[in-house]
Nanobody, 124 residues
Framework: QVQLVESGGGLVQAGGSLRLSCTAS????????MGWFRQAPGKEREFVAF????????NVADSVKGRFTISRDNAKNTMYLQVNNLKPEDTAVYYC?????????????????WGQGTQVTVSS
């Protein structure tokens, strides 16, 4: 099992930026893909981005492409989500997750381990 801890959320004005972090511990060698998802009140959990841990290959949802960037630091077992030009509709709890295998990396149900989430609130 992989333990994931997110940090970096907060309250920011529209147009602002944050950098979210997700630090992994435990059986991290078993993680093939790590991803970011978000969930707003009353809505389903939504794919944001994923990164293949070994190659660094990334994929970002069209809804945030150009504003959000996913990256990782292998030495620190940490994944990042740089979120720029934030909009009120970006308000949500942001979760990081890890999975074994490359398939269905856009689907929350494919992930094995989840962090507790970090709240991002964007005021207009």
């Amino acid at each position: 099992q992989v333990q994931l801890v997110e940090s970096g959320g907060g309250l920011v004005q529209a147009g602002g930026s944050l950098r979210l972090s997700c630090t992994a511990s435990g059986r991290t060698f078993s993680s093939t893909v790590m991803g970011w998802f978000r969930q707003a009140p009353g809505k389903e959990r939504e794919f944001v981005a994923f990164i293949r841990w070994s190659s660094g290959t990334t994929n970002v949802a069209d809804s945030v492409k150009g504003r959000f960037t996913i990256s990782r630091d292998n030495a620190k077992n940490t994944m990042y989500l740089q979120v720029n030009n934030l909009k009120p509709e970006d308000t949500a709890v942001y979760y990081c997750a890890s999975k074994i295998g490359y398939g269905n990396a856009w689907s929350a149900t494919a992930y094995d381990d989840w962090g507790q989430g970090t709240q991002v609130t964007v005021s207009s």
